[in-house]
């Protein structure tokens, strides 16, 4: 991986929906933006690790290097908040946690110059989380496989010299607008912030990156979704002069150098079997089969 010489400096960055462990991750591309800045604070805003479908037989090396990586950040001394999702809604128990930057949480409040800031994850608003949770998994499990056809398709397309196809994308927007519809996820997580005084409310889950304001029972209140690696790329940056704002991998010029990856990593056995034994050693069951 070519070395970007200058880093840029943000207050604090927001990634989520990471999905490492999954065909659909882009963990290449995150480790290329992870090492294009240097964040004060580093929100990981849940299912960084997705121990639903965390399988020994697929787990890449470019996988475990973004581990390593940010276990490198908090060594050099960037705080890290962790903040849990539903698919590493495992490590819940674990909230509270602290091993030296580190910290393992549900929710999150910065106090920011530009306004407080309440951040969690938002599988709380998801009406297919809270009242169907087998069908969420199923549904996660369906949606990784048709992430690595449309990987495998794009591979040949690419081949070929024809333009990529985001079939993944298309499904799962149609999916998702359905599901908003009905539980109105933005304006559900707005309208508590600004019951609860929150200038700004960062969430992820949806994959769908915004940054909107709202005016909810006369306060202004900011949305802000950090997207995901599987699909945008994209994550939230917050500096003192410019506020929170929404990064873009595909809009970056430092990362068009970079082809975009075409077909998933090939999995490496030792670093699935380390993953495994930390797993192991945090006491986190493996996920029991589907049920109702």
Known sequence: MAKIRKKRRVDVAVVSDVHLGTYGCHATELLRYLKSIKPQV???????????????????????????????????????????????ELLRKFAGTRLGSVSIENKLVLDLPHGSTWLFHGDVFDLTMRHSRWLARLGAHGYDLLILLNRLVNWGLLRLGRPRVQLSKAVKDRVKSAVSLVSDFEQTATTIAADSGYRYVAVGHIHCPAVRSRTVNGRRVTYLNSGDWVENLTALEYTRARGWSLYRYAEDPRMRAYAPTAQPDVSDASAAALMEDLLAELRIPRPGPLAP
């Open 42 to 88: 580093l929100v990981l805003n849940g299912d960084i690790i997705d121990i639903w479908q965390f399988s020994k037989s697929y787990w890449p090396a470019a996988h475990m290097r973004v581990v390593r990586y940010l276990a490198r950040l908090a060594a050099k001394g960037t705080r890290i908040h962790y903040l849990t999702g539903n698919h590493d």
